[in-house]
Each structure stands twice: as C-alpha cells, then as structure tokens.
C-alpha cells in the first residue's frame, strides 16, 4: 500500500503492551492492523502501550499517560478496550476520547459453564457509564455490542478489518508440506487459548471425540503471527468456534477469508459474516449437532466461497 498525503491528523493509541512474549511487537496484531490502515490513509499514530495486567496494573499507567500528555500534542485519544479506558480516564485530559470496546468489555467474561463473573458484570457496567459520560464517541465490533450500551451513547458499529495481503486462499497441499502436517489427515482447528473459558473448548472437543472420521486431528493453535495463521487456515479442513460470547472474532473473519468451511455458535457477528455462505453452518451448543456437521464436511472435503462474501470487511474500507 502507498501512504497518502498526512492529514496532519494525531492520534495516540492506549491500548495493551502485553504482546511481545506472543509476537515481535508489544501492540497486539488485533489493534496494529486496524490502526496501520489508518496510517495509510494520512492519520499520524502514536501508541501509549500498558504493559501491566489487570485492573490494578492498568491504575499503576495512569500518571505516565498525563505526563506523556503534557509533552506531546495529540487531536484525539483512541482507546482500546475498557480497561485502557480507565487509564485515559484517570489521565483527566481535555483531549476528545474514542473508545473501541473489543466484546469482553461490554458483555463480561464467563466461567467454563457459561456463568458471568460478578465482577465482570460490575466493570461492564462502569465502562459503558464511561462510554456514555465521558467519551466523545464509541465504536462497537457489531450490532450485539451496540444493544449493551447505555441509552443515547454516541456510538459507530465498526468491525476490525481483514488485510487481504494477509488471508487469502492458497493451495492446501502446498500449506500442509509448510506446516509438516500430513497430507492425508483431516484436520479440524480451533484458534483460541484452551485456559480461556470464554472460548468454551470443551464442547467444541467433546464434539470432535463424537466424530467417526479417521485419521482425524484436532489442532489447538494460538498467538502466531498472521503468515503462520494463513497457513493453518489454508491447511485446515474445517474451523470450529464455540465461544459463550464474541464481539467481532477476528478468527472467524481471517478464516472466511481463506475459504475455510467453519462451524461457529451464534456469537458476535458471525451470523452476518457466514451465515449465507455454503460450507459454513451456525449452530447451538450442542456437541451431537457439532459432530453430525463436522462428519458432513469431512466426509466432503471442499472449500467455500466466503472469500468473495467478505469483500466489505477489507481493512482499507473499514479504515475510511
């Protein structure tokens, strides 16, 4: 891509800055992507990562931000998720404060059974108070996130982007012989920390044990970079998501856009992203159901055509 003319725009990003034992960078590839495209089209970004973990970390951040604000100039704050949203917040700035609630935020975190934490519900609570009160404007990954908030919150429904140079289809064989994954075997992926009980494995592995195809294997992968990720989407036979809650699973988007058949529950906006798409199928949390969808598509061995459907989540366009 070719960076337009600056716009003479400054933004500074408060997000996370626990990414470098994951990746080459502190900034997750989540917010990277999306605030690079806005790079190419003249914005100037700056980031203020917070490198501690939870709540009493973020606190720890908040007179480093102040000072770094009465240093520098910048026309506008663009927060990413709640709790760096406690941080600007606390940083008591006069500059106008965008915040981009990635899901958890919102609607709350859930044990293994699918229960909300008490606590997850009270800090949802207080950042849609801070969504209302104290910033100029919101964005929400989807419809779902925008029915959470407060009554007359000035908010932008804005899915994260796909950078289409990075997912897109490629031969399967070619991926496996990258990968040393064997070319005969069926594979069903799921792209999620196991520890992470929003993303809900046990169904989806109680469903893969149901299955009657052999040579079958469930891989469990995480925190790789996107050329990596490109290749298991491409190698993969089938994606399976069964989280209790998403806001916009990027997961599902970046395999859609490698034509990888996927079966997800009804979370997020997975529904508008594939629920049209032949090879891909909502379903509930049922491990029978699951399994039944999983024979099917193993025993097809095909692609889909999503690729094509998500033209509109190209990260230039979600950028303007």
Known sequence: MVKNKSLDINILVVCSGNQMEYFSTSIGPQVKNQMDSLSVCGINVEYFPIFWKGWKGYLKNFSKLRKHLSINKYDLLHVHNGMSSIVA???????????????????GTTNSD????????????????????????V??????????????TKYTIIPNGVDFNKFYPINKI?????????????????????????KNYKLCKTAFDLITIPEKELLVIN?????????????????????????SPNVIKEAAACNLPI???????????????????IVPYDANIIADKLNHILTKTYRTESFEKINFLDSEIIAN
């Open 139 to 152: 964005i929400v990954k989807s419809y779902r996130m925008s029915q959470l908030l407060l009554k007359n």
């Open 174 to 198: 070619n991926a496996r012989q990258k990968l040393n994954i064997e070319i005969n075997k069926k594979i069903v992926l799921f792209v999620a920390e196991i520890e992470n009980s929003i």
């Open 89 to 107: 917040l606390f940083a008591y700035t006069s500059i106008p404060i965008v915040i981009s609630f990635m899901g958890s935020d919102l609607i």
């Open 263 to 281: 079966i997800s529950t009804d979370v997020g906006d997975v529904r508008e992203i594939i629920g049209a798409v032949k090879g891909c199928f």
């Open 223 to 247: 925190r790789f970079s996107q050329d990596i990720l490109n290749l298991y989407y491409n190698a993969a036979d089938v994606l399976v998501l069964t989280s209790f809650h998403e806001g």
């Open 114 to 137: 699918g229960k909300y934490s008490l606590q997850s519900k009270i800090f949802s609570i207080f950042f849609r108070l801070i969504g209302k009160y104290k910033a100029k404007h």
